[in-house]
């Protein structure tokens, strides 16, 4: 139930990231410049903070799915020894699926990065 819980959590999270990152008809640009730091406007800062955020989560979910399948390849392959070669086969195409996901979202990062000022 907790794990439910924790992944909608993050579904959540994770659709509210791109909404940290727009702002609305806020102070003038002399304001943005002030408030944010040198170089940055707000809405900059909010994308850089939002893709930071997205590429952790992202990373931290790859990290804990690719130690469950690993998991769960060698349980496999210490109940049934025969089959190993075919449990290795499966879950390496496994990893570099979930790996996949991982890259997606930091070429997303690099795609967008570029738009900070």
């Known amino acids: 139930m907790l794990r439910k819980a924790l992944a909608a959590l993050a579904i959540v999270g994770l659709m509210a990231l791109p909404a940290m990152a727009v702002t609305q008809d806020g102070p003038k640009k002399d304001d943005h410049a002030a408030a944010a730091g040198p170089g940055q406007t707000g809405s900059s800062k909010g994308l850089g903070q939002?893709?930071?955020?997205?590429?952790?989560?992202?990373?931290?979910g790859g990290a804990l799915s690719?130690?469950?399948?690993i998991?769960?390849?060698?349980?496999?392959?210490?109940?049934?020894?025969?089959a190993g070669a075919r449990i290795?086969?499966?879950?390496?195409?496994?990893l570099a699926l979930i790996e996949t996901l991982v890259i997606?979202?930091?070429?997303?990062?690099f795609v967008w990065g570029g738009k900070i000022v």
Do not use: H, T, W
């Open 66 to 69: 690719q130690s469950n399948a």
């Open 50 to 60: 939002a893709l930071a955020i997205a590429l952790g989560v992202a990373a931290l």
């Open 71 to 82: 998991a769960k390849a060698v349980d496999a392959v210490a109940r049934q020894p025969e």
């Open 88 to 94: 290795q086969g499966m879950m390496i195409i496994g």
């Open 104 to 109: 997606y979202v930091l070429l997303i990062c």
